[in-house]
Structure formats: structure tokens, C-alpha cells
């Protein structure tokens, strides 16, 4: 394969393509998928922003919203699972808030 010199050049600068390749692991990859699939949803970038305004229980997200407990839940915990927010047991109630992560990506 032919690669243009210019092209050539700043690779050799950077240790070669092997060390390029190195430079991207798959489980960084593998994160930054769940993040971007959390974001691609717009009732999870709803909840996320509401949340950057204020922690919330699940009530309260469910009634600006408007969605079933299970619809919310599934988005709920994509948004979780992708380390976006996190939820806290206060008595009875989960409170959920944006993580440092989460607000790289709010509005």
C-alpha cells in the first residue's frame, strides 16, 4: 500500500501506525458507544438537562416528561449505565443527578 509522504512522515513522528493504533483501546471505545447511544434518544437528553437544572426523585421527572414508569426506567438506566447520572437512596425516594461526565454533555 502507498501511503503519501506527507501522510508518512507524521506517522513515523508518532512511533509508527502500531503506536497510533495503540493509542485508541476498545474498552475507551466501548464507553464512549454507550455515551453516544444515550445522547442519539431526545427523552434522555430531556432528562438529562433537566437534571443538570436540579436533582430529581423519579416522580417528578415522570411528570415533566409525561411517560410510563417503564418507559422512564429503560431510559433511566441507559442514561446510568452510560455513566451520565447517578441515583441516590434518600428514605423512600431515588434521587437522581448529573455526573461531572453528564455535564460535558448537557446544554
Known sequence: MEIP???QKQ????GGIRAIADLVEDK??????RVYHALSEPLRLKILNLLSIQPLC?????????????????????LKESGL???????NWI?????KLGR????
Do not use: W
Open 85 to 91: 447520572i447517578e441515583g441516590k437512596q434518600q428514605g
Open 95 to 99: 434521587i437522581y443527578y448529573v455526573t
Open 5 to 7: 509522504k506527507p501522510i
Open 58 to 78: 423519579v416522580c417528578l421527572i415522570k411528570e415533566i416528561v409525561k411517560t410510563s414508569d417503564s418507559k422512564l426506567s429503560y431510559h433511566l438506566n441507559i
Open 28 to 33: 475507551d471505545i466501548a464507553h464512549q458507544s
Open 11 to 14: 506517522v513515523q513522528k508518532k
Open 104 to 107: 460535558k454533555y448537557r446544554i
